[in-house]
């Protein structure tokens, strides 16, 4: 029994490995650009990280200012339209 061989033409040849380098030649842009994004990513979230930790440290350090001072850490906004200019006055007596 002899098998015959098929002649695979050239063209079908060329195609193929150039296929295998188009593929490859995706596969390492895309695993470039996707660790490019993680890092990017990474970053944001650290320095996301250090400001809440930078204003929990600035809230946590005014509450204990204000508990040294005996303040009571209350703010008045003379601007805002709800102002309650008894209880300021009220606070501003406490304190003198």
């Known amino acids: 029994m ?4 098929r002649q695979v033409s050239s063209l079908f040849k060329i195609g193929r490995w150039a296929a295998l380098g188009a593929g490859l030649s995706y596969g390492y ?10 890092e990017a ?3 944001d979230n650290e320095y ?7 204003e929990e440290a600035k809230r946590k ?8 001072s005996g303040n009571t850490g ?4 003379f601007d805002d339209p709800s ?6 006055a009220k606070h501003f007596e406490s304190k003198f």
Do not use: Q
Request: proline residues 0%; hydrophobic residues 45%.
């Open 83 to 88: 102002f309650d200019f008894d209880r300021w």
């Open 2 to 5: 002899s098998a015959s061989v």
């Open 48 to 54: 996301a990280r250090k400001v809440a930790l930078i």
């Open 61 to 68: 350090y005014a509450e204990k200012k204000a508990a040294e």
């Open 29 to 38: 842009v895309h695993a470039r650009s996707l660790s490019k994004d993680a």
């Open 74 to 77: 209350e703010t008045f906004n």
């Open 41 to 43: 990513k990474r970053i």
